[in-house]
């Protein structure tokens, strides 16, 4: 399937959730994390859910590297520019959310995406190869290209993997895992 077939249909399948589906498949998804071998590192890069997509609920997430006392980075979305700002999230950070919906930081300690060993990436859809589906602005490329390549970089999904995408571009970053509420994806 193109990106644009799985992009509409998988938004119908989040649609179809029920709220206490999607806190069930994020908590699923979260202890699904801890068997994988990341928690040494010390900056992880984190998504905060757009509740109104239904996406994965990413505060479990956020509660597991607080206890472990990691550097936790949120970013900020420039729609003119296409590109993202990353900020540490602090006691201090003042998070409100944009005309997208996506609850952003209004400001705070800048890190750069090269300073990034694991990123926690939001998707609509990913196949069986490491490719994966957004909602097609390509933010999250232009962000993962900016990392260093060793860089761990990991997408939640409540659904399974397709086999394939079939319109993958060059300019399209590939997942190291996805992890799902039954599953981990390795690639």
């Not at 649609?15 to 590192?41: F, M, T």
């Not at 571009?169 to 895992?177: A, G, I, Q, R, T």
Request: with cysteine.
């Amino acid at each position: 399937m193109t990106k644009s077939e799985l992009r509409k249909k998988y938004k119908t399948l989040r649609e179809d959730l029920s709220i206490n589906q999607v806190e069930d498949l994020s908590l699923s998804i979260a202890n699904q994390l801890l068997k994988l071998p990341i928690w040494e590192s010390t900056f992880y890069h984190l998504f905060l859910t757009i509740e109104e997509q239904k996406e994965v609920n990413t505060d479990y997430i956020l509660n597991i590297l607080s206890g472990k006392d990691k550097n936790i980075v949120i970013s900020k979305s420039d729609f003119k520019t296409g590109l993202m700002s990353h900020f540490l999230l602090t006691d201090n950070t003042v998070i409100k959310k944009n005309n997208y919906n996506i609850p952003e930081p209004i400001d705070g300690i800048e890190i750069f995406p090269n300073k990034l060993e694991v990123v926690f990436v939001p998707l609509l859809a990913f196949d069986n190869h490491g490719n994966r589906v957004g909602y097609g602005k390509g933010f999250y490329d232009r962000f993962l290209s900016e990392c260093m390549p060793e860089t761990i970089k990991i997408g939640l999904s409540f659904f399974e993997a397709e086999n394939a995408i079939t319109d993958v571009f060059e300019s399209d970053v590939k997942l190291n895992y996805c992890v799902t509420p039954e599953k981990i994806y390795r690639f």
